[in-house]
């Protein structure tokens, strides 16, 4: 059974951080491209970063240079550090296999004042 368990999401204030993480079982993790998307009241689902089977890393627009992505193989997770955190951060975070069609359930992030 495939799962996609996302955490540590939770209210912040502007310029804050805050660290995801997302626990994968079920396929094969280490051969898997994952990825981290959100869902903003706004918009539709927004790309957030990828890390590929090598560690190649890529992110969206609005997040370069503010949020890293990462890998544990060892312990089938990949995590999202995200820090200056703006109130347009704010959404449902998924992490996903989307080669594979797996996404999580998603772990929510607000940034308000």
């Known amino acids: 059974q495939v799962q996609l368990v996302e955490s540590g999401g939770g209210l912040v204030h502007p310029g804050g951080s805050l660290r995801l993480a997302c626990v994968a079982s079920?396929?094969?993790?280490?051969?898997?491209?994952m990825s981290w998307y959100r869902q903003t009241p706004e918009q539709e689902r927004e790309f957030v970063a990828f890390?590929?089977?090598?560690?190649?890393?890529e992110y969206g627009e609005a997040v370069r240079g503010r949020f890293a992505i990462s890998r544990d193989n060892a312990k089938n997770t990949i995590y999202l550090q995200m820090n200056n955190l703006k109130p347009e951060d704010t959404g449902v975070y998924y992490c996903?296999?989307?080669?594979?069609?797996?996404w999580g359930q998603g772990t929510r992030v607000t940034v308000s004042s």
């Open positions: 996903a296999s989307v080669r594979k069609g797996y």
């Open positions: 890390i590929g089977v090598g560690s190649f890393r």
């Open positions: 079920g396929f094969a993790f280490n051969d898997s491209v």
